[in-house]
């Protein structure tokens, strides 16, 4: 069925998605900051993604007091705001690092009267860095699983998007790098899909699920799956 909208992922399809081991990294310096073992701060972090994610933290300072509270670490309130600015400034070199290409495509699909969305799974922190991208004035609607109250890949979170766009789902084609079983969320929920994966990225640490359907490895490959003239 023809396309009448294009929807993308933030994380691994429209900017570039940072490796497990420097998130790992990441948090073992926060951990030294706030004097908590890696391996518990990185349960904890594991264990509080949903709540992360749902947006139930407002921002990254009240996520690490509550694991200190939940570690019963004491701590100081400038141990907590240093930690939430070391992994704040990752996630803004994260947001701000554009995929190759990714500006470019958004253009050409508005140019083409194509309807553009996003859905992503972030905490609040992520909305105002996007807001801020030079992406964010190209794409129509968004669908930010801290304000939807939704993860991908439940149903629901692509069923807003495509709702807010005024575009049904069998209309709507999901561009994403597979992560969170994110792709069939997306057939699920009655989209089409495709997977974007680079040769270089195939061999990164972060899981994937397992996808049989259409694969392109950059944007450019974009315009001829979706049969336009270019």
């Known amino acids: 069925m023809k396309v009448q909208a294009v929807i993308f992922t933030l994380f691994g399809t429209l900017v570039n998605r940072y490796s497990l081991k420097a998130s790992n990294d990441n948090l073992k310096m926060v951990a030294s900051v706030l004097s908590i073992p890696h391996n518990d701060l990185l349960n904890m972090w594991e264990e509080t993604f949903n709540n992360r994610m749902k947006g139930e933290f407002k921002n990254s300072q009240a996520c690490l007091s509550y694991?200190?509270?939940?570690?019963?670490?004491p701590v100081h309130?400038?141990?907590?705001?240093?930690?939430?600015?070391?992994?704040?400034?990752?996630?803004?070199?994260?947001?701000?690092?554009?995929?190759?290409?990714?500006l470019e495509i958004l253009s050409?699909?508005?140019?083409?009267?194509?309807?553009?969305?996003?859905?992503?799974?972030c905490p609040l922190e992520?909305?105002?860095i996007w807001e801020e991208t030079p992406l964010a004035p190209l794409v129509d609607?968004?669908?930010?699983s801290c304000v939807e109250g939704a993860v991908k890949p439940d149903p629901y979170i692509y069923q807003a998007v495509s709702k807010k766009l005024g575009v049904s789902p069998e209309r709507c084609l999901f561009i994403a790098d597979g992560t969170n079983r994110e792709l069939e969320g997306a057939l699920k929920a009655g989209m089409q899909a495709v997977m974007l994966r680079t040769d270089a990225?195939?061999?990164?640490?972060?899981?994937?699920?397992?996808?049989?359907?259409?694969?392109?490895?950059s944007f450019q490959e974009l315009p001829a799956f979706l049969e336009i003239d270019t």
Request: proline share 1%; hydrophobic share 35%.
């Open 126 to 128: 992520v909305i105002k």
């Open 141 to 144: 609607v968004t669908a930010f």
């Open 67 to 73: 694991i200190c509270q939940s570690l019963k670490v």
């Open 77 to 102: 309130e400038d141990q907590i705001e240093i930690a939430a600015g070391i992994h704040q400034y990752m996630t803004i070199k994260e947001v701000t690092n554009l995929r190759t290409g990714a």
């Open 201 to 217: 990225e195939k061999d990164r640490d972060l899981p994937r699920e397992e996808w049989t359907g259409k694969v392109i490895t």
């Open 108 to 121: 050409y699909l508005k140019s083409k009267g194509f309807h553009t969305g996003l859905i992503s799974n």
